[in-house]
């Protein structure tokens, strides 16, 4: 399952900011990275007189946009989806989510907290609080990273949330060379083979599989 990381924290406090420290850190070390921005006031990304807007307008329920290099879809809903419910529907082939608000959805939170503007944080460990990103050192529960130390706080997702999914172990060795796998691909390979063999006589359930390509 894609795991997801909220990073929260009240206006101001450099949520978009962190995330955006974040996201190259973890991409240029081969993690896919999804992220998913929570708007309690709701957003209108079509313009009027666009096509698809035009659509829109017209009464349909669900519009995807496609391009050679992009698509998007706008979609009608009923109420507020929970993180566990969009990444379910709609997100797929990443290694991992990292949200920005959803501070009261159950998922892991990283909260980004200014003492002296903020007072006091905003979440507890009760509501999966994992980590402060903060501007000082103050004593808390939780670990406390530097809001301004994007790599920093990389490593601790990448420590608690990627190194230990996926794969299970399964290395790729082609032609006497060791070949490295993202978790993505390494989940892929996985479950593909785990799948294919299963099927077989007497391989039900399999556990551990050697396949040589000579």
């Given amino acids: 399952m894609i795991p997801i990381v909220s990073i929260v924290g009240k206006s101001n406090s450099g949520k978009t900011t962190l995330i955006e420290r974040v996201v190259p850190e973890l991409a240029g070390r081969g993690y896919r990275v999804a992220t998913i921005k929570h708007d309690v006031h709701g957003f209108e990304i079509d313009r009027e007189g666009k096509d698809s807007w035009r659509h829109r307008r017209a009464g349909t ?48 939170k990283i909260e980004v907290f200014r003492e002296e ?12 609080l994992i980590a402060v990103a903060t501007d000082r050192k103050v ?4 670990p406390c990273l ?6 920093g706080v990389a490593d601790f997702i990448e420590e ?16 006497g060379r060791s070949v490295s796998m993202t978790p993505f691909i ?12 299963s099927t077989l006589k007497g391989c039900h359930d399999p556990r551990r599989i050697r396949i040589i390509l000579e």
């Fill in 146 to 151: 530097d809001m301004n130390d994007g790599k």
């Fill in 139 to 142: 004593d808390l529960p939780v």
């Fill in 61 to 108: 329920y669900m519009v995807i946009l496609s391009s050679p290099k992009q698509i998007a879809l706008i979609q009608d809903v009923d109420r507020d989806l929970s993180l566990e419910e969009l990444r379910e529907r709609f997100v797929q082939d990443v290694d991992i989510v990292l949200s920005e608000g959803f501070k009261r959805d159950s998922q892991p």
């Fill in 117 to 128: 503007e903020h007072g006091e944080l905003m979440c507890s460990v009760e509501d999966n």
């Fill in 160 to 175: 608690r949330f990627l190194r230990q999914r996926g794969g299970e172990g399964i290395s790729l060795v082609v032609d």
């Fill in 186 to 197: 390494k989940t892929l390979f996985t479950t593909t083979i785990r799948a294919m063999v």
